[in-house]
């Protein structure tokens, strides 16, 4: 039911008011603006209905509450994120080491075109477990740098190579903190003298030299 003006004492609709449409739709892009404007933390389930233009007690017909809203909008954001890393992975075609790099260069873009989703995902301190989708997406996207780490791992030789789940965990930490910190879309992003792109290519560079991974890599 669209919310009228009475309904709201006179204030004007929501910027993406809802008339006739799909209402769960209509709150998670609400939920999405306003994650972009004020931050995961900064609205009340109230306001994502008045965004979206409907009655506070309309959103309780899809969601039970504020986190069950946002784990929804974190959920597909680890879906899009899942499709941008498979994509750029490409099962580590044509060559391994220019596959990796195109996987850190996505991990980079979702960050900075995407920050609403990205802050849903890893800044609004929903747990995995609020929705067994959410954790499926979720793993889905880390089983694309998983399997670039087996790849990698497997070019060293076998004795004293490190395990695979390990080196995905501090890909996984340096890529994500370099996107966190200066690789952003929005106002947290932090100032850098030089692309996040290129402070990423060096620290892989040397995490991967460390390991005694020069194959493939670029001669400085």
Same mark, same amino acid.
């Given at each position: 039911?669209?919310?009228?003006?009475? @309904?709201? @004492?006179?204030?004007?609709?929501?910027?993406?008011?809802?008339?006739?449409?799909?209402?769960?739709?209509?709150?998670?892009?609400?939920?999405?603006?306003?994650?972009?404007?004020?931050?995961?933390?900064?609205?009340?389930?109230? @306001? !994502?209905?008045?965004?979206?233009?409907?009655?506070?007690?309309?959103?309780?017909?899809?969601?039970?509450?504020? @986190?069950?809203?946002?784990?929804?909008?974190?959920?597909?954001?680890?879906?899009?994120?899942?499709?941008?890393?498979?994509?750029?992975?490409?099962?580590?075609?044509?060559?391994?080491?220019?596959?990796?790099?195109?996987?850190?260069?996505?991990?980079?873009?979702?960050?900075?075109?995407?920050?609403?989703?990205?802050?849903?995902?890893?800044?609004?301190?929903?747990?995995?477990?609020?929705?067994?989708?959410?954790?499926? !997406?979720?793993?889905? !996207?880390?089983?694309?740098?998983?399997? !670039?780490?087996?790849?990698?791992?497997?070019?060293?030789?076998?004795?004293?190579?490190?395990?695979?789940?390990?080196?995905?965990?501090?890909?996984?930490?340096?890529?994500?903190?370099?996107?966190?910190?200066?690789?952003?879309?929005?106002?947290?992003?932090?100032?850098?003298?030089?692309?996040?792109?290129?402070?990423?290519?060096?620290?892989?560079?040397?995490?991967?030299?460390?390991?005694?991974?020069?194959?493939?890599?670029?001669?400085?």
């Amino acid at each position: 039911m669209r919310w009228t003006k009475g @309904d709201r @004492d006179g204030g004007p609709p929501g910027p993406r008011g809802y008339h006739h449409g799909n209402l769960k739709e209509a709150l998670l892009r609400a939920a999405l603006e306003l994650i972009a404007e004020k931050g995961p933390a900064g609205f009340t389930f109230a @306001d !994502a209905a008045r965004w979206a233009g409907v009655s506070p007690a309309a959103p309780y017909r899809h969601f039970r509450d504020r @986190d069950e809203l946002i784990a929804n909008v974190a959920r597909r954001g680890f879906e899009l994120f899942a499709e941008a890393l498979t994509t750029a992975w490409d099962d580590g075609k044509p060559e391994l080491m220019q596959a990796f790099d195109r996987l850190g260069r996505a991990y980079l873009d979702f960050a900075k075109h995407q920050p609403a989703y990205y802050s849903a995902m890893f800044e609004a301190g929903v747990s995995l477990d609020t929705d067994p989708a959410l954790r499926t !997406a979720s793993e889905t !996207a880390f089983a694309v740098l998983r399997s !670039a780490a087996e790849k990698l791992v497997a070019l060293m030789p076998s004795q004293g190579r490190p395990p695979a789940l390990m080196v995905a965990l501090h890909v996984w930490s340096m890529t994500h903190g370099i996107a966190s910190l200066f690789g952003r879309g929005d106002a947290a992003r932090r100032a850098l003298p030089m692309p996040p792109e290129e402070l990423l290519e060096a620290a892989m560079l040397i995490y991967l030299r460390g390991l005694g991974l020069t194959t493939g890599l670029p001669r400085g």
